[in-house]
């Protein structure tokens, strides 16, 4: 086997859960955050003899997929639902209430899918994925401050819909 190829599917088959977990967050739907990852993977994959060298798979990868997800919002405008699961990282505080956990992720997945696609994927970008505004601008093709309006009004409006969110750190580290 050549030995790009094989680093191309160890990247491939080490990386993959946490593409998927992001690109549900930006989809909202399990099938299409599979599509975006792999349409993202195929792109990467055409360009991996430069991005090997360089160090920045995954990046160049992630960055893909935000700037498919941008032109996907462009292309169509569907009312979207979030009919999915959220998958989740291995491994976990298993001393942690699983139905307070699960009640949490219900409350939350519940809030963001009353929020527009732009807005759900600056709050992915800034808070899941802990990107500074000028990178979340970078990543979907938008200015500082699109991003900056688009957090307020994303986190005003996840307030409003669900306040006993009002708890987690990211509401309220945000909010200040």
Do not use: C
């Not at 993977?41 to 003899?49: G, Y």
């Not at 992630?62 to 009919?83: A, F, G, N």
């Amino acid at each position: 086997m050549d030995p790009q190829l094989s680093e191309f599917d160890s990247f491939v088959r080490h990386r993959t859960p946490a593409l998927l977990r992001s690109a549900y967050l930006l989809t909202g739907d399990q099938h299409l955050a599979e599509d975006l990852v792999q349409s993202a993977l195929a792109r990467t994959h055409r360009s991996w003899n430069r991005l090997h060298e360089a160090g920045n798979a995954e990046a160049y990868t992630r960055k893909i997929m935000y700037h498919l997800q941008v032109s996907w919002w462009r292309r169509r405008r569907v009312p979207e639902s979030m009919p999915g699961d959220l998958p989740e990282p291995r491994g976990g505080d298993s001393t942690a209430d699983h139905a307070q956990q699960t009640t949490l992720r219900l409350t939350l997945r519940a809030a963001l899918a009353k929020l527009s696609t732009k807005q759900r994927a600056v709050l992915i970008l800034r808070f899941f994925e802990d990107r500074t505004e000028a990178e979340a601008a970078d990543l979907l093709g938008v200015t500082v401050g699109t991003v900056k309006s688009q957090t307020s009004k994303a986190l005003a409006k996840l307030r409003t819909v669900a306040p006993e969110l009002a708890e987690l750190y990211v509401l309220e580290g945000s909010a200040r």
